[in-house]
């Protein structure tokens, strides 16, 4: 079954930029249909704790981004995650 939200994550995965701001219109020309009335009403549809982590969400949590919905503008800001450093790993002695 193909994952729907699959143009997202292949439009997100080939950005150079950090930042990625798109419009709601903009992601729905990108994946082909309406997003849910969730994703235009409600911060949770785009910042869901990872343990409910639902298809849409592995659109940018693949291509390595966090999104940040601003609802009233209707856009959502796509940033690069940092990859974060156990500060353990650069204390002399450690095994981290």
């Known amino acids: 079954m193909p994952d729907p939200y699959g143009p997202l994550f292949q439009f997100l995965n080939t950005r150079f930029a950090d930042r990625v701001v798109l419009r709601f219109g903009e992601i729905e020309d990108l994946i082909g ?8 009403t409600k911060t949770d ?3 869901e ?9 592995r659109a940018w949590m693949l291509a390595k981004r966090t999104a940040s ?4 503008a ?3 800001l796509f ?3 940092i990859e974060r450093v156990s500060w353990r790993a650069f204390q002399p002695g450690s095994r981290a």
Do not use: D, K, M, Q
């Open 33 to 40: 249909f309406t997003l849910p009335t969730a994703a235009r």
């Open 45 to 47: 549809w785009w910042t």
């Open 49 to 57: 704790a990872e343990s409910e982590v639902g298809i849409h969400r």
């Open 69 to 72: 919905p601003n609802l009233e």
């Open 74 to 76: 209707r856009t959502v």
């Open 79 to 81: 940033e690069r995650a």
